[in-house]
């Protein structure tokens, strides 16, 4: 499952099936898989980042927050909603790119200390800064684009927009540039004996994961039509850290099981009222604990024991 060229079309089918089923599902269930649909765009960005430049970040939501003030600020003022994912993306790509700079001097825990960093000064900016972000009474009838005003047509809107940034991805990870970040995330010194420019790299990890993040938030903001700065706090990107390694980092599938398991357990287990964060914790540990590679892991050794063992083949005499 962590080759993309032969879970592409797994993966587009998961989304065709999630659009059909929420067609006939009530409207918070509809939520519920547009919201899936948005945290798979900002984990898959994280995922090229983490799992497949090896970068670890704890910025992730701060992106998300960009993209989505910058929708939430610019449609009241007749700004286009794909203009508003755009300067979304454009911003939180550039910032994206001041972030990757840490990371040419400083790896591992250290790394995650500067993004953290990052990440509060993004959250007290969202906080206090109300003349731009109206503070934390948050900014509210964020209207969604027309025609997809409705829960059902936008949630094909952001599972149409999952679609693109499914194949983006897809190509990117099959590019050279894709060869070019797991090097870089196997081992730098060596990556850089082989001519790759592990500067450059480095950033465009940053930078191409900090964009689906904006691309994210573009679309989370018009979603709940209302957001606020402790949206866009650290467990944000715990959650979104929690997706790309119980999905199963740096895979293709990952991000998209990983949202999943975020977005839907939490919401069966909810009967369990005062016990259901509890359990749902103890879950994720024991399967971080048994399967480190992660739900995808899962699959791929419960396909290899169905599939039926190669036969011998008998030496030609």
């Known amino acids: 499952m962590n080759q993309p060229h032969r879970v592409l079309p797994l993966a ?9 089923a929420g067609s006939l599902l009530q409207p918070y269930e509809v939520y519920l898989i547009s919201l899936w649909a948005v945290y798979t765009i900002s984990a898959l960005g994280l995922n090229l980042t983490l799992g497949f430049a090896g970068q670890i970040s704890l910025a992730q939501a701060s992106f998300v927050g960009f993209g989505a003030y910058a929708t939430a600020l610019l449609l009241p003022h007749g700004v286009p909603f794909g203009v508003t994912l755009v300067i979304g993306a454009a911003i939180s790509f550039i910032l994206g790119i001041l972030l990757g700079f840490p990371a040419l001097r400083v790896q591992g825990h250290y790394l995650a200390f500067v993004t953290l960093a990052l990440a509060t000064i993004a959250f007290l900016v969202f906080r206090n800064e109300s003349w731009l972000t109206h503070g934390t009474s948050g900014i509210d009838k964020i209207a969604r684009p027309f025609p997809f005003t409705s829960g059902v047509a936008y949630m094909w809107l952001c599972l149409g927009s999952l679609a693109l940034v499914t194949l983006g991805v897809w190509w990117l990870l099959r590019s050279p540039w894709g060869r070019a970040f797991l090097a870089l995330r196997e081992n730098p010194v060596r990556a850089a004996s082989l001519g790759i420019d592990v500067r450059t790299y480095t950033l465009l990890a940053f930078a191409i994961g900090a964009a689906l993040g904006g691309v994210s938030g573009a679309l989370f903001a018009p979603l709940g039509q209302y957001i606020e700065p402790s949206e866009f706090a650290l467990p944000l990107s715990f959650s979104l850290l929690l997706m790309v390694v119980v999905g199963g980092s740096g895979t293709f599938m990952g991000p998209f099981l990983g949202a999943i398991v975020s977005v839907a357990l939490p919401e069966v287990l909810r009967s369990l009222q005062d016990y259901y964060l509890l359990i749902y914790g103890i879950i994720v540990i024991l399967l971080l604990v048994f399967s480190p590679d992660g739900v995808v ?21």
């Open 12 to 20: 587009l089918g998961l989304l065709l099936v999630a659009g059909l």
């Open 297 to 317: 892991g899962i699959i791929a050794r419960a396909v290899a024991r169905l599939r039926p063992a190669a036969a011998p083949v008998e030496p030609t005499p």
